[in-house]
C-alpha cells in the first residue's frame, strides 16, 4: 500500500506569492491533517477535513486554507506569502478521522523557503 | 484546552544505556496519547500510543511508554539505547471528543557510540 505523497517536495517562493501544496493520502483513509512544522514552534496543527469538509481549525490566519477532493486528496493553499511562512509542510492520512484511535500517517512534507 | 510540554529540548545518552524522553500534558477528561518519531527529511512515523488499560505500553522498536495519571505524564522509554535511535521524538495528545491532536515541541535525541 502506497503510503502518504506531498508535492513537491521543495519550493522556494518570495514574499507576497501564493503557493499550493497537495497531499494524497493513503489509499481508502478520509482524513488528511496539515502541519506545519518550524524549530521554533514544534509542529502546529493547522486544519482537518474528512470528506471534503473541513472539520477542525487550528490558529492561522485566513491567508492559510484548504480543500479536499472527492478522492480524498488535498490541497494546501497560503497566500501572500510571508518570511516567517518558511517551515515544514506535513499532512498526515488517517482512516476515519483524527477522533478516537486511528493512528495517523504521515508524508515526507513539503520544505517551503520564502525568500 | 489541551496542551502537551516535552521539557526536555535535547537528551543525550550512550549506546547501550536506558534512555527516557519525558512528556506531560494537559486535557480535560481521559486522554488518548502518542508517540512520534522523525528522522532526518522524513516525516513523523507512529510509536506507540495509549488508549486505556496497562499503564506500560509496550511500541515499535523497543520503545515503550508509562503512563501516569495522577502525575499526567506519558514519558517514553527505552531499556538500551541505540545510535540509530537518534532523532526527533514527539509526545502527541488527543481528547476523546474532539478531533484535533495536539504535538508537543519535540525532543531531540542524541546516542552516543
Known amino acids: 500500500k502506497a503510503g502518504v505523497t506531498q508535492t513537491p517536495r521543495y519550493l522556494i517562493k518570495t514574499r507576497g506569492q501564493q503557493v499550493t501544496l497537495s497531499c494524497s493520502p493513503i489509499?481508502?483513509?478520509?482524513?488528511v491533517s496539515w502541519y506545519q512544522q518550524t524549530p521554533g514552534q514544534g509542529l502546529q496543527f493547522l486544519f482537518e477535513?474528512?470528506?471534503?469538509?473541513?472539520?477542525n481549525k487550528g490558529n492561522f490566519p485566513g491567508r492559510f486554507s484548504g480543500r479536499q477532493f472527492s478522492n480524498s486528496r488535498s490541497e494546501m493553499n497560503v497566500s501572500t506569502l510571508e518570511l516567517g511562512d518558511s517551515a515544514l509542510y506535513l499532512c498526515?492520512?488517517?482512516?476515519?478521522?483524527?477522533?478516537?484511535?486511528?493512528?495517523?500517517?504521515f508524508g515526507a512534507g513539503t520544505r517551503l523557503s520564502v525568500l | 484546552a489541551q496542551s502537551v510540554a516535552q521539557p526536555e529540548d535535547q537528551v543525550n545518552v550512550a549506546e547501550g544505556n536506558p534512555l527516557t524522553v519525558k512528556c506531560t500534558y494537559s486535557?480535560?477528561?481521559?486522554?488518548?496519547l502518542f508517540w512520534y518519531v522523525q528522522y532526518p527529511n522524513r516525516g513523523l512515523q507512529f510509536l506507540l500510543k495509549?488508549?486505556?488499560?496497562?499503564?506500560l505500553v509496550k511500541g515499535s522498536y523497543g520503545f515503550e511508554a508509562e503512563f501516569n495519571k495522577s502525575q499526567t505524564s506519558f514519558h517514553l522509554k527505552k531499556p538500551s539505547a541505540l545510535v540509530s535511535d537518534s532523532a526527533l521524538y514527539f509526545c502527541?495528545?488527543?481528547?476523546?471528543?474532539?478531533?484535533?491532536?495536539?504535538f508537543g515541541a519535540g525532543t531531540r535525541l542524541f546516542v552516543k557510540a
Open positions: 489509499s481508502g483513509h478520509r482524513s
Open positions: 502527541a495528545v488527543r481528547d476523546r471528543e474532539g478531533f484535533k491532536t495536539i
Open positions: 495509549y488508549i486505556t488499560g496497562d499503564n
Open positions: 498526515a492520512s488517517s482512516s476515519t478521522g483524527t477522533s478516537g484511535i486511528n493512528i495517523q500517517y
Open positions: 477535513y474528512f470528506s471534503e469538509t473541513q472539520r
Open positions: 486535557v480535560s477528561g481521559n486522554p488518548y
